[in-house]
């Protein structure tokens, strides 16, 4: 009989999506005793709890990132800590209808709002079936340990990680260093003379790789800084410049593209699914310090140049990165132009970087997840 297998995640931010599709992908392309079934848990619930929720979180972060400090800071104790509890204890009744119906034989969840929703059902007798809980940043959240002696399975990116669950009263046996969870086609050789082509990239330049933010357009003016400067200082580098969904952004990049007369060495993209083969003919990448990004960014061996992190989470994954020697962090006090200048005038700096890089990074994370959960169901 076929092992069961739901995955819930949350859309607040791309990288519990990306982590639940990774490890769906995975199960079902090398698992055939198991059946899979992938859930936005707040969007089951109440699709309108789900739009309001994400959109708020989107606009502060974007808009109002102090906020989200706080928001985020005081989640992690207190009495808002206690309401987040206490909310998703109430929508894990809704949760508890999917869950009688697929009856899987493991839960997991890339969310902290699912994995909160499953240990009240767990602990309510209302479920029986096992829990693996996916954390998607460098660094733990106290959301993520709710109701843990519940929890039959935590995953997480490092080893700080383990110390810290360890420290909270976890069970080491309980915990596994895999690493986020990546798409397979990160860390697999291309062809690197196509990419060149395709994007008519010159392959004897030095190739910096620009994430700008998608959606969110965090920093805006920083972030045009930032491309302004690389433009200027280093002629001969090239730039592949990736705005994602945000139009001005994208706008006056090709503003400041025309304005220096450097379309020929300098792409801009609004989206592409070659993330992959872009990061495997860079040389450095230039980003706000998401968990899957940087994750993607070190199975790729690119030393990284952080820019914008949402206050909270992306600058508790800054400071991991910074503390392990594999990113510098460009901060709102600091000359843009500077730490570039820096950076270019002491290349060994980079090079250290990139020596420091398999000390974090994991580029098996989605097997081994996959591999230690059907091992042992």
């Not at 931010?13 to 982590?19: N, T």
């Not at 045009?224 to 002629?235: E, P």
């Not at 090709?254 to 792409?267: E, I, K, Q």
Request: glycine share 4%.
């Amino acid at each position: 009989m076929k092992k069961k297998i739901l995955i819930f995640y949350g859309a607040y931010g791309g990288g519990h999506l990306s982590a639940a599709k990774a490890i769906k992908n995975y199960l079902d392309n090398h698992y055939e005793d198991c059946e899979t079934l992938m859930i936005d848990c707040v969007e089951y619930i109440n699709k309108y709890i789900n739009k309001l929720s994400t959109t708020a979180y989107k606009e502060m972060a974007k808009k109002a990132p102090w906020m989200w400090k706080r928001i985020y800071s005081n989640s992690d104790h207190g009495a808002l800590a206690k309401i987040t509890t206490t909310s998703n204890k109430l929508m894990a009744r809704k949760l508890n209808n999917i869950l009688q119906e697929f009856e899987p034989d493991l839960v997991i969840s890339t969310h902290p709002f699912s994995n909160q929703m499953c240990t009240d059902l767990k602990k309510k007798n209302k479920i029986s079936c096992k829990i693996a809980t996916v954390l998607t940043d460098m660094a733990p959240h106290s959301q993520w340990l709710v109701d843990s002696e519940y929890i039959d399975y935590y995953f997480v990116a490092n080893q700080e990680m383990k110390v810290a669950l360890s420290d909270s009263g976890i069970a080491d046996f309980k915990i596994f260093v895999t690493g986020i969870p990546l798409s397979d086609r990160f860390g697999k050789v291309f062809d690197n003379e196509k990419t060149y082509r395709n994007f008519n990239l010159d392959p004897n330049k030095t190739t910096v790789l620009f994430f700008a933010g998608g959606e969110f357009g965090l920093g805006r003016k920083r972030t045009h800084l930032v491309f302004r400067a690389l433009i200027r200082l280093f002629k001969n580098f090239q730039i592949i410049a990736i705005s994602g969904k945000n139009k001005k952004m994208n706008e006056k990049f090709h503003s400041l593209v025309d304005l220096y007369g450097v379309s020929d060495r300098v792409r801009i993209l609004d989206y592409t699914d070659k993330v992959p083969e872009l990061m495997s003919i860079s040389n450095i990448v230039i980003t706000k310090p998401g968990g899957l990004t940087t994750s993607e960014s070190l199975v790729s061996n690119l030393p990284i140049v952080i820019i914008n992190p949402i206050p909270g989470q992306e600058e508790e994954n800054a400071e991991f990165l910074v503390r392990n020697g594999v990113a510098v962090w460009i901060k709102k006090e600091d000359n843009i132009a500077r730490v570039l200048k820096n950076l270019y005038r002491h290349p060994e700096k980079i090079d250290e970087m990139r020596n420091n890089i398999p000390n974090l990074a994991k580029p098996d994370s989605t097997k081994n997840i996959c591999d230690i959960l059907m091992n042992t169901l």
